[in-house]
């Protein structure tokens, strides 16, 4: 058998294999035309010898077959699809000694929006033993909120994002003057003098500005005296390709003038690096094997790449993920700041917010957003998020943890009349599925508190107590038995005892509040206990007062 009839003959094989162990020659042709096109110029010569060498195959046995396949090193293509990866990929390159960072803004506290690279890095850092640095970048004095220096670290603990180290780019200037100088002194950096415009339109047009053939002791000679210039009078810049398909990558400002006053310099400095210059340092130094960000970056990766290849340094692993989206939420820092100084907004913790603190506050457990955003993955697709996933995963952590109580919303005091049961003890299970937890004691002597909104015409079960008949403003006993309220398919409802009782506030997520009675067992409870009010909804305790409990909600 030649070179030619050994291909046929294994591609024969194979579409036997694929047909219960009937070859077909039109699709061994085919086959052949797709998989070996230097082969396609002899199609004539092929087509013929095809027909005998099916005919061959298919005189053989299935077990013939399968012993010819196995001596020629033939297998068998998977064609079943692969499944879609979820969670969070491998990372790529080396997992020895990995050193990650987090990198925010301390523009305000931390939102769900950051999770999308907290919860990334420091779970990579988790499964591989690595460092995983909070660098702080603070070199926007305009966007500093100093409060967000405590508030970051604090948002991260809450969320399970272990820190190995802190860094703040405000500490670092003299180290990022020293590269400046050095990109200065390798003819990679120079100082521009040309105003904005005059810049932009010759980048645009792929022409450099004059400042770019000035000598390398002429750039140092502008840099030694860049302080004492005015803001907007010169810039350093990094030399990049002028010709580079994106404008904005073309020749970037590495360092400009800003005065301002910082939270932690004052007026110490007036020299202030640009994010893409302190970033690329920083990760440098700093030993970054892994870089993670979202794909609105990958144009600052490029520019960076550039520094990188100036100053001879190895480039990280970097990963761009997409974009993560969420409904019905504000995630501007600044606009929940304006909100806040205006008072729309109670604070960073209102419930109608979506930073962590909101989330925290509103009994939200951590793990349900870290499973969440872990399971997310860091693809390059972009990502979307609902309360509704959220408010699932949550409900698995709150269930088994959170005890049962009894709340009243605008409580309307009734009297059963009829009822001549005498005063009981109605004891209900702080929790149906743990019992050993105990129960809690409702006392009920025929007059009890219910929820204005259950008041409605009627036969309806007051929960464990009796059954009765509602109608206008009377309220009649009807029975007993919950067989008898199961039987005429009474509607159950919750009361509160009108002697023993708790004034209690909800705030739900819109901010609203509903307030009511809550029965004594409450007054158990210590702020940040998670409770689940029956028919109402899961909620935190926040404040506790002489008079009043105050509960944030969390979801049904």
Request: net charge negative; with cysteine.
């Amino acid at each position: 058998m030649n070179d030619l009839e050994e291909i046929i003959y294994k591609h024969a094989l194979l579409n036997a294999a694929k047909h219960k162990g009937s070859a077909n020659p039109g699709a061994v042709m085919g086959s052949i035309m797709s998989n070996e096109p230097e082969l396609r110029s002899k199609a004539k010569e092929i087509g013929p010898m095809s027909g005998k060498i099916v005919a061959k195959v298919n005189a053989l046995s299935p077990e013939q077959q399968a012993g010819e396949m196995e001596r020629l090193g033939i297998q068998l293509e998977d064609k079943k699809p692969k499944a879609k990866e979820k969670g969070l990929q491998e990372l790529p390159g080396s997992h020895e000694n990995i050193v990650l960072r987090f990198a925010p803004n301390p523009s305000g506290p931390l939102h769900i929006g950051h999770t999308r690279a907290a919860v990334p890095n420091g779970e990579y850092v988790k499964r591989h033993d690595g460092k995983l640095i909070l660098r702080i970048e603070d070199t926007d004095p305009k966007r500093v909120f100093e409060p967000a220096y405590d508030m970051i670290p604090e948002d991260l603990e809450w969320l399970g994002v272990k820190v190995d180290e802190i860094v703040y780019q405000s500490d670092r200037f003299e180290i990022y003057y020293d590269y400046a100088r050095q990109l200065i002194e390798k003819g990679a950096a120079y100082m521009c003098t040309c105003d904005g415009a005059t810049f932009k339109e010759l980048k645009d047009n792929c022409k450099a500005c004059p400042c770019r053939d000035n000598t390398v002791e002429e750039n140092l000679e502008l840099w030694d005296k860049f302080d004492t210039m005015q803001a907007g009078e010169a810039v350093l810049r990094v030399k990049t390709d002028i010709n580079h398909k994106n404008p904005a990558i073309r020749d970037w400002v590495a360092m400009r003038l800003v005065d301002e006053v910082h939270p932690r310099l004052g007026t110490k400095y007036r020299i202030y690096p640009m994010m893409n210059f302190s970033v690329a340092v920083d990760d440098h130094l700093l030993g970054m094997t892994h870089v993670l960000r979202g794909k609105d970056h990958l144009a600052n990766t490029e520019k960076q790449k550039y520094l990188y290849d100036h100053m001879g340094w190895d480039l990280p692993e970097f990963i761009h993920y997409g974009r993560l989206k969420m409904e019905d939420i504000a995630l501007s820092t600044s606009k929940a700041k304006e909100g806040i100084e205006d008072g729309t907004y109670s604070g960073w913790d209102d419930p109608r917010l979506g930073t962590l603190r909101a989330i925290a506050r509103r009994g939200i457990d951590p793990r349900s957003i870290y499973d969440l955003i872990t399971e997310m993955g860091v693809k390059m697709a972009d990502s979307a998020i609902s309360w509704k996933k959220i408010y699932g995963l949550n409900r698995n952590f709150l269930e088994p943890v959170a005890n049962r109580y009894f709340f009243c919303e605008n409580p309307v005091e009734i009297a059963v009349e009829g009822y001549e049961g005498g005063a009981v003890d109605v004891e209900r299970p702080l929790h149906a599925d743990h019992l050993d937890r105990g129960n809690r004691i409702l006392p009920f002597d025929g007059k009890v508190y219910l929820a204005e909104s259950d008041i409605k015409d009627g036969l309806f079960r007051l929960m464990d107590a009796v059954n009765v008949e509602i109608s206008g403003d009377e309220v009649k006993y009807h029975s007993t038995s919950f067989e008898d309220a199961r039987e005429v398919k009474a509607r159950i409802i919750q009361w509160v005892p009108t002697g023993d009782n708790v004034n209690v506030k909800i705030v739900m997520d819109d901010a609203s509040v509903k307030e009511g009675l809550g029965e004594s067992a409450l007054k158990d409870l210590k702020v940040g206990d998670v409770v689940q009010f029956e028919r109402v909804g899961f909620a935190r305790l926040d404040e506790i007062s002489d008079d009043e409990l105050i509960f944030y909600y969390a979801h049904k």
